[in-house]
């Protein structure tokens, strides 16, 4: 089975970013995505460290409801500023 996340990009420098989800950070390629247009604030999905599809702000936080209810944690807060996932 494979596994997007959705996250949010925090900073670009050329084909990587620096994304967030739920308060963790990581290093993501945007390399997959050299035709759209992403940058600081956009959510995107992201599997094995590749971003593979921009999302929606609404899009995200719909998948990491479903997430939070698969494994049980849908009563734990989102990170500071619940504007972001």
């Not at 084909?15 to 759209?36: H, I, P, T, W, Y």
């Not at 990170?79 to 972001?84: E, P, Y």
Request: charged fraction near 20%.
């Amino acid at each position: 089975m494979c596994l997007a996340i959705p996250m949010r990009i925090m900073q670009v420098d050329g084909f990587n970013a620096r994304c967030e989800a739920k308060g963790v950070e990581r290093d993501v390629s945007l390399f997959m995505m050299q035709g759209e247009d992403v940058g600081v604030g956009d959510f995107v999905m992201v599997h094995v460290g590749y971003a593979i599809q921009k999302m929606t702000p609404q899009e995200a936080r719909s998948a990491w409801e479903l997430f939070d209810q698969a494994l049980g944690t849908g009563d734990l807060p989102l990170t500071s500023g619940d504007d972001h996932v």
